[in-house]
């Protein structure tokens, strides 16, 4: 479940640039989507998110080729420089998996990640 401050701003995001597909609103006034075999709730929260950290990541097959797909479509992703954590091409690797974040309409921090072999 996401906060999201302004709920067609947030719909517009995640159908347009992330792709994916809306399932409808919830009686509770939460959005949903379908995403990859899990349930994504927007759900309506003024104030928004303070959150600093990840709120979701999403699992690719190819980081390198999904970023340049969410770019063409106006996603912008984060890069850091700093001691131990930093981006190359707004990559970094982590252990067994490389990640990439970005912020979503709303403040969430969001990833994708693509599992090392």
């Not at 009686?27 to 349930?39: E, H, L, R």
């Not at 759900?43 to 928004?48: M, T």
């Not at 990840?54 to 340049?68: M, P, Q």
Request: aromatic share 10%; with cysteine.
């Amino acid at each position: 479940m996401l906060p999201v401050i302004d709920m067609d701003r947030a719909r517009t995001f995640y159908e347009q640039r992330l792709g994916l597909t809306p399932g409808g609103f919830r009686p509770d006034g939460k959005f949903i989507y379908d995403a990859g075999g899990s349930t994504l709730a927007l759900f309506p929260k003024p104030e928004g998110t303070k959150a600093e950290h990840t709120a979701i990541s999403f699992r690719v097959a190819d980081i390198a080729a999904s970023i340049a797909d969410l770019e063409k479509t106006g996603v912008v992703f984060e890069d850091y420089d700093l001691p131990g954590f930093r981006t190359v091409d707004h990559v970094c690797v982590l252990g067994s998996e490389k990640a990439a974040w970005f912020k979503d309409t709303e403040g969430n921090m969001l990833c994708i990640h693509e599992e090392l072999a």
